[in-house]
């Protein structure tokens, strides 16, 4: 494949450096944890933008004001999504770019909050810090959760513990290493630093087209505002994803319920893919003392401090 | 932190694939630790599209770490550079393979991130002037653009003849 130039020399100089390369990296094993490490960042990644990718999105909704259609909030309209009349409310119409614009506003004012999402266990996000405790919903034989996650970002280091209460072992895990790269940063995690204006990001969305607000609907007796979020298939893609749902108050206009889909893989004789839903509702709390203590857990007295790569293949993996 | 079964066949790929992407990481970027992060922000990316990713993800691990590489992965306060020993005992002269070592990355410290680039895709991975555009990106032209001068670049560094363990030697 290769063509030196041997004209130039090019050709014993290119087998000496190809020498000298084998020479050098030919002992080199990719480390078993590496892909570990890389999982781990990328679940850490979407755990800490779901709430503000979706929040995200949900502002796109507004792009879609001026061309979709009106959403219905009049009190007595004859619609199935027509949400019950607010004491304090008259008459009025909300566009699809209020909703959002509201939306949009609540997402900055969440910045001052902590995220509980009640879904297959239970999360706790402070939003400011992206500070989370991750909850399982499965139980070891004490009754306790099986596993509990805490994940903090302190001084551009990002450091995690996990604790398995089955086996009474935990671990703990840092880095910093992508710290001081030039375009991947550990604060790019964080939510309102990046291209975060959520008023941005409904012209944007709007643009993209991939979003509607369906309209009010009662969640528990509960007024919402669903929306609908489409999936970017491409073209001759051989998944194509549903889209997802957005459940926002329609009072404050926080989020306060998703769902979205995985697929069952591998897919069913045939090829036929089916679809399972991810149900999350969430609740806000104020950054009490109170509540921030819900974010920490610490290793009880008597487990095991194990390596990480240990915990998360051994004890860990395999409730994967 | 729990891995997902649906990245099996990931794990089954590196398995087989992880210390050839791992050595042509060490190679660009260049150097053991972050040639380590490269390679990991290159699962990571991976990670983010991998339900789309059609078969074998070889291709667009690589195309994700020439771009990174070409784009500027650098850490802007490098750790001190651990020279990892290496993994067999077999290994005849740990000292002289620890001081060509030496010699390469910091040779190819010396090269520009595209320059090094197409350095390793044509002398290292063999590519193609062609394969070597498609994984950077750009141009035939470009790519013999800077392989030439990557190579001279070294020829300056090392000699004409890029006799590296006559470098190694010579202490530099």
Not at chain 1, 41 to 49: A, F, G, L, Q, V
Not at chain 1, 71 to 94: E, T
Not at chain 2, 83 to 107: E, F, I, K, N, Y
């Amino acid at each position: 494949m290769t063509s030196y130039h041997a004209d130039r020399g090019d050709g014993d100089a290119g087998t000496a450096l190809q020498a000298a390369m084998s020479a050098c990296v030919s002992d080199i094993r990719m480390p078993a944890s590496l892909l570990d490490n890389a999982v781990s960042r990328d679940r850490t990644r979407k755990t800490r933008i779901r709430l503000a990718s979706a929040a995200g999105v949900v502002v796109a909704v507004a792009a879609m004001a001026t061309v979709i259609a009106v959403i219905a909030a009049v009190p007595g309209r004859p619609s199935g999504h027509v949400a019950s009349p607010r004491p304090d409310a008259g008459p009025r119409v909300q566009s699809a770019a209020y909703v959002l614009d509201q939306a949009a506003t609540a997402q900055v004012n969440s910045y001052r909050m902590i995220s509980v999402e009640h879904g297959d266990g239970l999360i706790y996000t402070d939003v400011a810090t992206q500070q989370q405790r991750i909850v399982s919903a499965l139980r070891a034989s004490s009754g306790q959760p099986y596993f509990q996650i805490t994940t903090a970002i302190h001084g551009g280091v990002y450091a995690e513990t996990d604790i398995e209460y089955q086996h009474h072992v935990y671990s703990t895990f840092t880095t910093s290493s992508l710290d001081a790269g030039t375009q991947v940063t550990l604060s790019s995690f964080l939510p309102l630093q990046g291209n975060s204006d959520p008023h941005v990001a409904f012209q944007q969305a709007l643009k993209a087209g991939t979003i509607r607000v369906v309209g009010h609907q009662s969640l528990n007796g509960r007024d919402t505002i669903l929306i609908r979020v489409n999936a970017a298939n491409k073209p001759g893609a051989k998944l194509h994803w549903p889209p997802d749902w957005i459940w926002i108050d329609a009072s404050t206009y926080l989020v306060v319920q998703t769902k979205h889909f995985i697929p069952d893989l591998p897919p069913a004789p045939g090829g036929k893919i089916s679809w399972r839903a991810i149900v999350n509702q969430v609740t806000w709390l104020p950054p009490t003392p109170e509540n921030l203590a819900q974010l920490t857990v610490t290793p009880p007295a008597g487990f095991t401090k194990i390596p990480y790569s240990e915990l998360a293949q051994k004890y860990l993996g395999p409730l994967s | 932190m729990p891995r997902d079964g649906r990245y099996d066949g990931l794990a089954a790929f590196l398995d087989a694939r992880g210390d050839a992407l791992l050595r042509t990481a060490v190679l660009l970027a260049p150097g053991r630790e972050a040639g380590e992060d490269l390679l990991q922000e290159a699962l990571e990316r991976l990670l983010r599209k991998w339900h789309k990713v059609d078969g074998n993800p070889e291709s667009y691990l690589r195309r994700i770490m020439y771009n990174r590489a070409v784009d500027g992965f650098r850490r802007q306060a490098r750790r001190p550079e651990v020279l990892g020993l290496p993994a067999t005992a077999a290994v005849a002269d740990h000292a002289s393979q620890l001081d060509l070592r030496l010699v390469l990355m910091t040779s190819l410290e010396l090269l520009t991130p595209r320059q090094r680039a197409a350095v390793v895709a044509r002398y290292w991975e063999q590519l193609s002037e062609a394969e070597t555009a498609a994984a950077l990106g750009c141009s035939v032209s470009a790519v013999k653009a800077a392989a030439a001068r990557g190579l001279q670049a070294l020829r300056a560094a090392i000699g004409p003849d890029m006799d590296f363990t006559r470098k190694r030697e010579a202490g530099l």
